[in-house]
């Protein structure tokens, strides 16, 4: 049974920027993603980006499930509200975005990964080894779940 894992992919590394992708774990270590379709007043975007998740806009709109439908799904995968990140303010910022896009309060809370780790694991030393904040959202899903498996054998 594994803890749940959860990257998001943004438009831009600004205050303005949204959700584009989203992957998360399930109990049984499947990783689920999902594009998300931009709202009408989400036009941040970081062309720069698209060379690390792969995502363009015209994708978004063509292939994106609108932020309720990826909240739905979200919220029905998870058996507790909470979920282990890389990164917990950028995923807190980009939750609120989604939630605040279906005038709906977060109810998810998030923790970092490495406190499911134990304190023998360099964490620091594993983040720049892997270049996880460079990689896209299922990937960093799935090096978490690596992670946690290998310290938990």
């Not at 399930?26 to 594009?35: M, Y």
């Not at 030393?125 to 992670?147: F, K, N, Y």
């Amino acid at each position: 049974m594994y803890p749940h894992f959860v990257a998001v992919d943004a438009s831009s590394y600004e205050d303005t920027a949204h959700p584009v992708a989203i992957a998360w774990s399930l109990a049984d270590g499947t990783i689920k993603t999902t594009l998300i379709q931009p709202e009408d007043d989400w036009e941040d975007w970081d062309y720069a980006l698209e060379d690390i998740h792969g995502i363009n806009q015209d994708t978004l709109y063509q292939r994106g499930e609108t932020s309720w439908s990826v909240i739905r799904e979200l919220e029905n995968d998870l058996e507790q509200p909470f979920l282990f990140c890389e990164d917990t303010s950028r995923t807190d910022f980009l939750f609120e975005r989604l939630y605040e896009a279906c005038g709906r309060d977060v109810t998810l809370e998030t923790g970092h990964f490495g406190d499911e780790l134990s304190s023998q694991r360099d964490l620091n030393e594993w983040l720049m080894d892997t270049g996880v904040q460079h990689l896209p959202c299922d990937e960093r899903v799935r090096l978490m779940l690596t992670a946690w498996a290998e310290d938990n054998k």
